[in-house]
């Protein structure tokens, strides 16, 4: 509603803008005459009034050239904001004036004033209305404009008649401001809505760009539910999206997303997939084709559905900021979960905008960024707070980095948050340490980490810094209370120097709730509080008595005395609400005859267990509300704000929205059948051909109809003609019956040529040429997989070395067998990998190629390569698939520990796979993999593996420096399965030389919450330091640091992905026992690291 009222103000402020533009000659014109040299001037409504008396003289001469000087003058005035009303019985006489210049100028006067000055307005309403029948469109346009203005409900018939009159006009500018009158007509006589529903149905058919926005403005104003009145528009209204100007594609945007919520199923649902069906269906044989058709219905997406995305996909585009946000508001309510992603990069350029415009995107970008952190990872760094940012932007930049935090970005995020604590913007500081907080209670793994460094800001000598610390650190302690009993004596320490008194507060509750776990700390500070109670903040004094209670109930011995002079205080304190507590907690524990059965229960009352306080992102319950809207924005419903509907369980019937012919459509089904061995190559070929219309875009869309029908039948050998054939729906028959008849006899001719290319071109065997001519390859939907294929291929950020090797295996999976097998001969890195032999390997490694990986030295880690690979022992493997569930098929896996050749920032991998069965497995390749931000260098195709044969290929995966799981689909010719690798955190490291002098230097800079140790109970047969190095060698990849220290021992390497350098030392005591400690700013592997070590260490 938001949107629409801009839209409103937008289109009727057309006499504005002439005022605007006529203002400079006014301008020069009056300060002309104020300079003498004509009668009147900027002294117009000053004292002197015959001034006034001129202005008029002059509109009522028989000169035009005085009248129109006067005119520009007067609509000049009104563009500075001048009061000009005065002259409105002068102004009105000249209305049927035949000078154009003049008319014009008059009626942007009465726009502006018909309003106010109802009574003259009427006198001229006969000159309205003949200005209706005027030859120029302008003039046609400005009557009815100023008709609409006078809001008299007598002339509602009078201004009815004009609406529809003008609903006709040959002028699309005529028609485009009589559906900006229909808006007023309805506010000013609702009654009238039945015959304005009428009008906005005539004009809803119609085809021009200009008037689009208008009368749909008009539809959402007086009936948005009449669903009924798009149908037959919807696919004319998708098509000149494109073209109408940008506030009505604003409108037209926000109600669309409102019909297709009500008329197409939801893309969201379990299990459905869209891209992926149609590379499952690549690997599969006829018969698993057939089975899966049988058990799992895929869902294919409405072609009207589709047609809605595509079009709109384009003004993401836009210069205006309001149309990218509808855009992706659309997509974000519309789009399966897959394609959404495509409006993030568009929603980032616009944080380059004014503050405005930022702070609406930063709170959609919020909301979103809960449901889907996916979707803003890869721009995390567009999020970072800016010295020249104002506070709510700060703020909302905040929340977002907040949301998107996990265990592979976290240490990043807590580096930005250290930085923003000592901001000189106080409110940010403290919304920065409730940041903190989230994040500690989110991810489990680094809540020690962030309270050390929440205690460690206590000693800050800002107090608001300290006292959100205080607060922080309480909610977090009520999670746990149990391990940290040391952070609340530190801050029992610290309480005299704490002068906030919320912070006061947080500290003394916290110690009366663990007062049994601090039993000799809790008297001594109730003790001070009672010299100090007097002096208090209201809200401290509430807590004194609240810790008097307590401990009077566990340690009555030392604190009876205490607590009845507390007590006695409170009785006659000035505030009633400490008078009222003192009353309530004395007759509650202090037991005497007039104390009721309270008493017995005063102990389960003050010391009952509280539940944890949840720290959650204040968007959490926005997505209630659509996106973009100003409900949204408030948090509030607005008034006029339109829900959205819930996706239908069953879509509607699609018919609805065919315009007139759709006979050609029947007539192609019949010859699809009979052509059932040609379907899949129609398919490839008629693929290619839609995703270069689709490049043209919705620019031609309009346009263009006879090249959209023959597209359409040329395309309609597949069974999934989508949007090209509710195009040619809305063509003449005898156009569509010409141009199919035309394309099926060029198709054939085509079809020839193309496979006799083909066959020329591919040099493969048998079993390829069976694959090609495969009718189950077909079956998904051609335009719905090939359009958004393509966006998701070219929209996602992959890792840094993605680009070289997903351009060969990203057709391999999407298009046919034929394609990768031509692209073999190009160059490119996956060539270099020797290809596997099918004869039986009984060695698990190749030595070749562990030689040759020793031998190499990469510029970007060569300090790693210093170090040789630590002699504890051969290389660990483990199994990824057991012959059992591969139906013969056998993989495990090791980590060399050494450099992935083609892609440094890689983890290698070695898998042996073996043929435990009794027959020929062919095609052994990878297939898909999750999550979507993982990447891959897959190993090449192999072709055969002999019964009881092994081949070992080398793989490398880009973990991120994360302990997440990477799934991915191990396949051969006639099977999938689903196979995991889960990282050990020390195999994501690679070894790095260092003296121990930059070894120490180093460390010191990875203090605070970089730092993780633990004490540790050794076991005996690692005390001696040969056998502790081995153990934590085999633990971790890491290098030895030389020492001249027997009893420590430091190690050190970097995360293979990011380089970040990660530091371990194992420090002896004379007991068996050690510290050990790991510096390093991935927190998450850290504390899973030090977690490995004491395991390791500890174990005999």
């Known amino acids: 509603m938001l949107n629409a009222s801009n839209n409103t103000s937008y289109n009727d402020q057309g006499g504005a803008e002439a005022a605007l533009e006529a203002g400079p000659d006014g301008t020069s014109n009056n300060s002309s005459a104020g300079g003498g040299v004509g009668p009147a001037g900027f002294g117009l409504f000053s004292t002197d009034f015959k001034k006034n008396d001129d202005l008029k003289e002059m509109l009522e001469s028989n000169k035009e050239s005085l009248k129109l000087e006067a005119m520009k003058r007067i609509v000049g005035l009104i563009a500075k904001g001048k009061n000009a009303s005065e002259l409105f019985p002068a102004v009105v006489k000249n209305v049927a004036n035949k000078n154009i210049e003049l008319k014009k100028l008059v009626y942007v006067y009465l726009v502006r004033y018909a309003e106010e000055q109802q009574d003259l307005a009427l006198l001229s309403i006969s000159t309205f209305q003949r200005a209706l029948k005027d030859p120029n469109q302008l003039i046609r346009a400005s009557a009815l404009r100023v008709l609409s203005s006078i809001r008299v409900p007598i002339i509602v018939p009078i201004m009815m008649l004009a609406i529809k009159e003008s609903a006709s006009d040959m002028s699309p500018y005529v028609r485009k401001t009589s559906a900006h009158a229909i808006q007023k007509l309805y506010s000013l006589d609702p009654d009238q809505k039945e015959q304005l529903i009428e009008v906005i149905e005539k004009l809803l058919k119609d085809k021009s760009t200009l008037v689009a926005g208008s009368v749909v403005m008009a539809y959402e104003e007086v009936c948005p539910d009449r669903i009924d009145l798009i149908h037959k528009n919807y696919r004319k209204l998708c098509n000149l999206l494109m073209d109408v100007e940008e506030w009505g594609q604003v409108v037209i945007l926000s109600m669309l997303t409102r019909y297709a919520r009500t008329q197409f199923t939801s893309p969201w649902k379990e299990g459905v997939s869209f891209d992926e069906n149609n590379e499952k269906a690549f690997y599969d044989s006829d018969s698993e084709e057939k089975k899966e058709e049988v058990e799992v219905k895929p869902y294919m997406m409405d072609p009207d559905h589709r047609l809605l995305l595509r079009n709109t996909k384009p003004l993401l585009q836009s210069r205006n900021t309001a149309v990218v946000m509808a855009v992706a508001q659309l997509y974000w309510h519309l789009a399966p979960t897959h394609e959404v992603g495509v409006v993030t990069k568009s929603l980032v350029r616009l944080l380059r905008s004014h503050r405005e415009v930022q702070y609406v995107v930063l709170?959609?970008?919020?909301?979103?960024?809960?449901?889907?952190?996916?979707?803003?990872?890869?721009?995390?760094?567009?999020?970072?707070?800016?010295?020249t940012d104002p506070t709510h932007i700060k703020t909302l930049k905040l929340e977002i980095l907040t949301n998107l935090a996990n265990e592979a970005n976290i240490s990043t995020i807590l580096r930005e948050f250290q930085t923003y604590v000592k901001s000189q913007d106080k409110a940010f500081a403290a919304a920065t340490i409730q940041a903190i907080g989230r994040c500690a209670t989110d991810i489990s793994e680094v809540t020690d980490t962030c309270l050390n460094g929440l205690v460690l800001l206590l000693s800050n000598r800002d107090e608001t810094v300290v006292a959100e610390s205080v607060v922080v650190i309480k909610k977090l302690l009520q999670t746990q209370p149990s391990q940290h009993s040391d952070i609340i004596k530190h801050m029992a320490k610290l309480f005299d120097k704490i002068t906030v008194a919320m912070a006061r507060a947080s500290i003394l509750w916290l110690i009366g709730e663990y007062c049994e776990r601090v039993p000799k700390i809790a008297p001594d500070v109730l003790r001070k509080m009672a010299k100090s109670f007097t002096t208090e903040e209201d809200i401290v004094k509430l807590q004194i008595v609240n810790l008097a209670a307590k401990l009077y109930l566990t340690n009555s011995k030392?604190?009876?005395?205490?607590?009845?002079?507390?007590?006695?205080?409170?009785?006659?304190?000035?505030?009633?609400?400490?008078?009222?507590?003192?009353?309530?907690?004395?007759?509650?524990?202090?037991?005497?005859?007039?104390?009721?059965?309270?008493?017995?229960?005063?102990?389960?009352?003050?010391?009952?267990?509280?539940?944890?306080?949840?720290?959650?992102s204040a968007f959490k319950d926005r997505d209630r509300f659509q996106l973009g809207t100003l409900s949204h924005s408030l948090n509030i419903k607005a008034s006029g704000y339109l829900e959205l509907s819930d996706w239908p369980a069953v879509a509607p019937d699609q018919s609805v929205r065919n315009v007139e012919v759709i006979e050609p459509v029947k007539e192609w089904v019949p010859t699809v059948g009979k052509a059932k061995p040609a379907k899949s190559e129609d398919k490839f070929y008629s693929d290619s051909d839609g995703d270069q219309e689709e490049d043209q875009g919705s620019k031609n869309s309009s346009s263009s109809s006879g090249d959209s029908s023959s597209s359409s039948s040329s395309r309609s050998g597949t069974e999934d003609s989508d949007e090209e054939s509710s195009d040619a729906s809305a063509k003449s028959s005898s156009q569509s019956e010409k141009s199919s008849s035309e394309s099926e006899t060029d198709q054939k001719k085509n079809k020839n040529k193309r496979n006799t290319k083909s066959k020329a071109k591919s040099k493969t065997v048998d079993s390829e040429s069976e694959e090609n001519n495969n009718g189950p390859v077909a079956s998904s939907s051609s335009e719905d997989s090939s359009s958004s294929s393509s966006e998701s291929s070219s929209d996602s950020d992959f890792g840094k070395g993605q680009k070289k090797s997903s351009s060969k295996s990203k057709p391999k999976v999407q298009v046919k067998e034929a394609q990768p097998k031509k692209e073999v001969s190009l160059l490119d890195l996956d060539d270099l990998t020797p290809t596997p032999l099918t004869t039986p390997k009984s060695a698990m490694y190749s030595p070749s190629l562990l030689s040759d990986l020793e031998g190499l030295s990469l510029s970007s880690i060569s300090s790693p390569m210093q170090v040789n690979v630590p002699t504890f022992g051969p290389v660990k493997s483990h199994e990824l698939l057991h012959h059992m569930s591969g139906k013969g098929l056998s993989a495990r896996y090791s980590f060399p520990r050494q450099p992935f050749l083609y892609q440094p920032h890689m983890v290698h991998l070695q898998i042996t796979l073996t043929n435990a069965s009794d027959h020929l497995l062919e095609e052994l390749h990878l297939g898909e993999h999750s999550p979507a931000n993982l990447t891959l260098h897959r190993f090449n195709t192999i072709d055969q593996l002999e019964p009881q044969a092994s081949v070992t290929v080398s793989m490398g995966i880009d973990f991120n420096d994360s302990t997440q799981a990477a799934n991915f689909q191990l396949c051969t010719k006639e099977d999938k399965f689903s196979v995991s690798i889960q990282p050990v955190v020390g195999e994501l490291l690679l070894p790095t030389s260092m003296t121990q002098q930059d070894f120490e230097k180093e460390q010191g800079?990875?203090?605070?919450?970089?730092?993780?140790?633990?004490?540790?109970?050794?076991?005996?047969?690692?005390?001696?330091?040969?056998?502790?190095?081995?153990?934590?060698?085999?633990?971790?990849?890491?290098?030895?640091?030389?020492?001249?220290?027997?009893?420590?021992?430091?190690?050190?390497?970097?995360?293979?992905?990011?380089?970040?350098?990660?530091?371990?030392?194992?420090?002896?005591?004379?007991?068996?026992?050690?510290?050990?400690?790991?510096?390093?700013?991935?927190t998450v592997m850290a504390s899973v690291l030090l977690k490995d070590l004491k395991q390791a260490l500890a174990s005999a």
């Open 363 to 387: 709170q959609n970008i919020a909301t979103m960024s809960i449901q889907r952190k996916g979707m803003f990872e890869p721009y995390l760094k567009s999020f970072y707070v800016r010295s």
């Open 558 to 616: 030392q604190t009876k005395l205490l607590t009845q002079y507390i007590l006695n205080l409170g009785k006659y304190d000035q505030n009633y609400d400490i008078r009222d507590r003192t009353r309530f907690i004395r007759q509650l524990i202090v037991p005497n005859e007039k104390s009721g059965a309270l008493s017995k229960y005063a102990r389960r009352i003050l010391l009952a267990p509280k539940p944890a306080p949840l720290l959650q």
């Open 1005 to 1082: 800079k990875l203090l605070g919450m970089n730092e993780t140790s633990a004490t540790i109970t050794m076991a005996v047969s690692h005390c001696s330091g040969a056998a502790l190095n081995k153990q934590v060698l085999s633990i971790a990849n890491l290098g030895e640091v030389i020492t001249g220290q027997n009893n420590v021992h430091r190690f050190a390497g970097r995360t293979v992905s990011a380089g970040a350098l990660v530091l371990v030392t194992v420090e002896q005591m004379e007991t068996p026992g050690a510290t050990v400690t790991v510096n390093t700013d991935k």
